[in-house]
């Protein structure tokens, strides 16, 4: 038997399988900063990293409320584009998810 066939059903499972739930699943199995943090380094090149992480902070800059964009970008560097297209995200689109991490990680600080 080829290695080819020997292997196709498993091979076929992982391609079929919807790579955004699977990638959300291997994110859901870190337990530690930690352990979040060596998945992100071993996935992300280092500019993809710094850019999830430059979100993050703009994320929770606006939700302060108290901040205009030029304001965040003066503190940051980071461009109005950048930080109106995670405002939207933060406050008009229905995922929601940058609203539930906040909450959380609000949570988890008090």
Known sequence: MALKDKHSDAIKAIILENAE?????????????????????????????????????????????????????GLTGVSTTTIGRVARFLEKEPHKGYKKALEKTDQAQS
């Not at 992100?40 to 929770?60: G, H, K, S």
């Open 21 to 73: 739930s699977a990638l959300c699943q291997a994110l859901m199995t870190a337990e530690t900063t930690e352990d979040m943090k060596a998945l992100m380094i071993d996935l992300c090149t280092p500019q993809e990293l710094n850019a999830l992480a430059e979100r993050w902070l703009i994320a929770r800059l606006l939700a302060r409320g108290d901040l205009s964009y030029r304001d965040i970008n």
